[in-house]
């Protein structure tokens, strides 16, 4: 049966060189291929010297042309492609439609939709690999499996791995602009050239999609979140239809981005409130034209009464109307709905930690089954430490996503390195309590809320035209290892830090354990030298480029940094306990007593929720004043510690990215003392405490801080 099957398949033959040495700018990203030691090369060869593939669509087309390069790359000879796997052994490709169901059966329910499975196995005595799928796309997958498994050096002789995402929805958010000025972007401008569009279709957008094919990513959300209704208009449609075709084969679907008020923009209506039967057909007139289009567009992503973006509640409706009327035009279309819970309101002056969930909570249940309600990590803005959203476990009936900031937007731009996965992990390891121990915030959005219901995760890109795609080449990691974790949210910061050091810098040991030592130590470094203790939101005005910890003349509360940190005489930090905010409420009981009392509150959280005088003793025995101080130098020392690892490296790694990341480095360096210096002398301008011995004084008075301008800094909103 096998053989026969086999047999029907078209053959070709061809033989390539490998990749040709070059210069390394950071574009291969982790797909770089490089060649294998001659040991292991000689080892693994014999088997991967030819490959099957079980049709010739698309996808599998596109898997055959991955496995090509990457092999090709890395054993120096491109694999020939064989009719029948018999008459060699080999790789074999194939979906489980092409395949005799005994071989299949194993695996075929544990695989579902975009899994894989991967097994050793001799047909006819020869060796083989087989790669096997429900669907096309589980192949893709499972391609981009295997060269993973020869980048970082793993056995291959022995293979039975079975693996398939444990969330539905893996997207990106791009916050770019119809003018390709991407928000909160540090990577140049937008890929998306939409002046050029249809008709050119950049060869990087195929790169684009192999990359987060390979990371299991499989949608896009083209355009920015404070959207402009042009992306709908039928022009940019065909633009965006062509992006989706060449998407498609890698799995990725389209999506974009609704201004809630594009039916007065385009549609010339009066209102757009979303219970007139106007507005209700002039969206499902739309929706319906985007899927003509686009016959397998994702659905769309929506900011409604937020930050100024118009909104149900302009006329007096709830986020939940807003989103069903949208979810009601998608539906037959099996599109989906991401309703974004990042609201906080000019009027209202409740802390801004609590007013998403006032609002959205009262809201569970509310939602049709196609709509997601997408969730930032924390309750404040993507700070670099929030304790996890209390929205996590308080809506059962309701799906979340996770919403994650890839692009560092708080976290020192492209130019400081901050693997975020350490980040990532904290947040999607917190347990909610709810409804009992061990709901964990991962947990919660595997578990669907009705059989069949979606779950999901989006991260905020941080890809631009740069040539090295995201700023710097470590901010690479953090767009591999959303993927990583938008697959299997419990992948592992370690482990995802381990398989993109061994692919994008060198698969030796010394080069991987310096590359994740410097990785895994440094979010943490950037919360101490930014915003340690539970300081949040110390950054400067609009770009959030470098310290403002004394901005206080905003005409909103919140967006003060004054506001966040409430540095006063008689102490420092915000009081969400009862006598305070009682944000803690909003957290099961279990969570909210363990940050309520200050006995057990982590002291990475200790300013977040309590104020505190300046001599409040620590866990340490060190005052808090003392502590703060130790805890901006300890930031600053472990850059330099970077610093000093990368040197190391040099001998070990190419030129030109090794020169990069040095200089990125020494630029880290600098603004970790600008914000140490800033912040220090800011606050001890309240506290009036002496430094700790041995900790110099800032470089220059508070005056010189305060007078320091960026206005030109990069990714500004506008
Ligand atoms: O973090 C803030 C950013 C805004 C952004 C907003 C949001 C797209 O400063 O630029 O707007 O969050 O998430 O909507």
């Avoid at 385009?266 to 106007?278: E, H, R, S």
């Avoid at 998403?356 to 404040?380: H, M």
Wanted: hydrophobic share 40%.
């Amino acid at each position: 049966m096998l053989r026969k099957l086999l047999a029907i398949l078209s053959a070709f033959l061809c033989f390539g060189l490998a990749n040709q040495g070059h210069a390394e700018d950071g574009y291969d990203l982790w797909l770089r291929y490089q060649p294998l030691e001659s040991a292991t090369k000689a080892r693994v060869a014999p088997v991967l010297r030819y490959f099957v593939a079980s049709t010739d669509r698309p996808t599998i087309a596109a898997a055959a042309a991955e496995l090509k390069r990457g092999l090709g790359g890395m054993l120096g000879a491109v694999p020939g492609q064989h009719a029948r796997v018999d008459e060699a052994g080999g790789i074999l490709i194939a979906t489980t439609d092409a395949m005799p169901l005994d071989v299949a059966a194993r695996d075929l329910p544990r695989i579902g939709d975009e899994g894989y499975a991967i097994r050793t196995l001799a047909i006819e005595g020869k060796p083989t690999i087989l790669i096997l799928a429900n669907k096309d796309v589980g192949a893709l997958y499972g391609v981009f499996r295997l060269l993973k498994l020869l980048q970082t050096g793993q056995a291959i002789d022995r293979l039975d791995i079975v693996d398939a995402p444990k969330l539905k929805v893996r997207v990106l958010n791009h916050w770019d602009n119809l003018d390709r000025h991407v928000e909160r972007g540090y990577a140049g401008q937008s890929l998306w050239d939409w002046q050029k569009l249809p008709l050119y279709k950049d060869p990087r957008y195929t790169d684009y999609a192999r990359a987060n094919a390979s990371i299991g990513i499989n949608g896009t959300v083209l355009t920015n979140v404070n959207a402009n209704a042009d992306i709908l208009r039928p022009d940019y449609l065909q633009k965006v239809k062509a992006l989706a075709e060449v998407f498609r084969p890698y799995g990725i679907r389209v999506y974009l981005t609704a201004r809630f008020s594009a039916p007065i923009e385009l549609g010339g209506l009066k209102t757009a409130d979303p219970l007139d039967p106007q507005v209700r057909a002039w969206w499902k007139a739309k929706i319906d034209e985007i899927y003509t289009v686009i016959p397998d567009f994702g659905g769309l992503l929506v900011k409604a009464n937020s930050e100024g973006q118009p909104g149900p509640a302009d006329y007096k409706r709830t986020h939940a109307e807003g989103a069903n009327m949208l979810a009601d035009a998608l539906a037959p279309h099996h599109g989906i709905l991401m309703w974004r819970a990042f609201v906080y309101a000019a009027e209202n002056a409740e802390d801004r930690h609590k007013q998403a969930y006032t609002e959205f909570q009262p809201l569970d249940g509310k939602f049709r089954d196609n709509v997601l309600v997408q969730v930032k990590n924390g309750a404040i803005d993507f700070q670099p430490r929030e304790p996890f959203h209390p929205l996590f476990g308080a809506m059962p009936r309701t799906p979340l996503m996770m919403e994650f900031q890839i692009t560092k937007e708080y976290l020192g731009f492209a130019t400081h390195l901050a693997y975020l996965g350490t980040m990532w992990e904290e947040a999607l390891e917190a347990d909610t309590f709810r409804p009992g121990k061990g709901s964990t915030v991962a947990k919660l959005l595997e578990t669907p809320v009705d059989p069949g219901a979606a779950t999901g995760m989006a991260g905020v890109a941080n890809i631009g035209t740069d040539r090295n795609w995201s700023g710097s080449q470590f901010d690479q990691a953090n767009w591999y290892a959303f993927g990583r974790f938008a697959w299997n949210p419990d992948a592992g910061a370690d482990a995802i830090a381990r398989d993109w050091a061994a692919m994008t810098w060198g698969n030796d040991g010394a080069t991987v354990d310096t590359v994740v030592r410097m990785m895994m130590g440094s979010r943490e470094a950037v919360v101490n030298y930014m915003t340690p203790l539970g300081l949040t939101h110390q950054m400067a005005t609009g770009h959030h480029y470098g310290p403002g910890p004394w901005v206080a003349d905003l005409k909103r509360p919140e967006w003060n940094p004054v506001y966040y940190a409430r540095a006063a005489p008689d102490g420092i930090g915000f009081d969400r306990t009862k006598a305070g905010s009682d944000a803690l409420s909003q957290y099961a009981p279990q969570v909210a007593k363990r940050w309520d009392s200050l006995k057990t509150v982590p002291d990475a959280l200790l300013l977040w929720f309590h104020h505190v005088p300046w001599d409040y003793r620590m866990q340490s025995g060190r005052t808090l004043w003392d502590e703060l101080v130790i805890h901006y130098d300890a930031g600053v020392d472990a850059v330099a510690r970077m610093q000093a690892d990368w040197a190391g490296l040099e001998a070990r790694v190419d030129p030109e990215r090794w020169a990069q990341v040095r200089d990125f480095l020494a630029i880290q360096h600098e603004e970790a003392m600008w914000w140490r210096d800033a912040s220090i002398a800011y606050f001890q301008s309240i506290s009036k405490r002496p430094l700790p011995e041995g900790h110099k004084p800032p470089a220059h008075d508070l005056d010189y801080y305060k007078a320091i301008t960026t206005p030109y800094a990069p990714g500004q909103g506008r």
